[in-house]
């Protein structure tokens, strides 16, 4: 069966501290992949999503970027962070494009 | 128009009760429709998938009306583990163009 994991779960960093959050999919080979931030009380953001090795989509300027070095891994980083940067981060994988998306169990960032 | 509109709530509504949920959407191209329930701090969770025809599951039924563009929920003999946000999700396009979702409608329900 397909998992998707996800860590740390929680987070507190000094602003300007640099970020790297990290996601891996197991059992399935060439998924897509995205990162999502949901600020409290707010909906889900869609930051960068990846359809293969190395393609990175950004859906809005900000002070991440996103990486995918391996076929079933997907990196969220940022060199400083901020005091917006706060939230709470989901990564999430599909198998096709009609299938509905997996969420891991996300990281909560507080930027501080 | 926003891509994806739900009322947010909250829907406060006493055990038992029937309550429903409409989602409306802009791009009339959409293919797939999705619920999706989010607990308090947690991650979201895939409820059902929206078919053409609707479809049920248990206590849960939910219905596309494509000329209208708009995707309902309908949750009978609520029960106090229903209490959740409930996110309107769409395939805008077709292929690899990320699911809309939306910013979730909330529901209590209460003893």
């Known amino acids: 069966s397909q998992t998707i994991h996800q860590w740390p779960a929680t987070l507190v960093q000094p602003v300007g501290s640099p970020l790297s959050l990290e996601c891996t999919v197991e059992?399935?080979?060439?998924?897509?992949l995205y990162w999502y931030r949901q600020a409290a009380g707010r909906g889900l953001q869609l930051l960068f999503y990846?359809?293969?090795?190395?393609?990175i989509s950004s859906e809005v300027p900000q002070n991440l970027s996103a990486s995918r070095p391996q076929d079933r891994q997907f990196i969220l980083s940022s060199k400083k962070l901020l005091l917006s940067d706060s939230g709470f981060y989901l990564c999430?994988?599909?198998?096709?494009?009609?299938?509905?998306?997996?969420f891991g169990s996300g990281t909560r960032l507080t930027v501080v | 128009r926003k891509e994806v509109e739900q009322d947010p709530g909250p829907f406060n509504v006493p055990e038992g009760a029937t309550v429903a949920f409409n989602c409306t959407y802009s791009?009339?191209?959409?293919?797939?429709f999705f619920w999706y329930r989010q607990d308090c701090r947690k991650e979201p969770k895939l409820l059902m998938s929206?078919?053409?025809s609707g479809n049920e599951d248990g206590r849960f039924t939910a219905q596309l009306n494509r000329a209208s563009q708009y995707i309902s929920l309908l949750i009978r003999d609520s029960k106090l583990s229903d209490s959740a946000t409930y996110l309107c999700?769409?395939?805008?396009?077709?292929?690899?163009?990320?699911?809309?979702f939306g910013k979730g409608t909330r529901l209590s329900v209460i003893a």
């Open positions: 990846s359809v293969g090795i190395g393609q």
């Open positions: 791009n009339s191209a959409s293919q797939s």
């Open positions: 999700v769409v395939n805008t396009f077709s292929g690899n163009t990320p699911l809309v």
């Open positions: 059992g399935t080979s060439n998924p897509n």
């Open positions: 999430a994988w599909e198998r096709t494009g009609l299938s509905g998306y997996t």
């Open positions: 929206v078919y053409s």
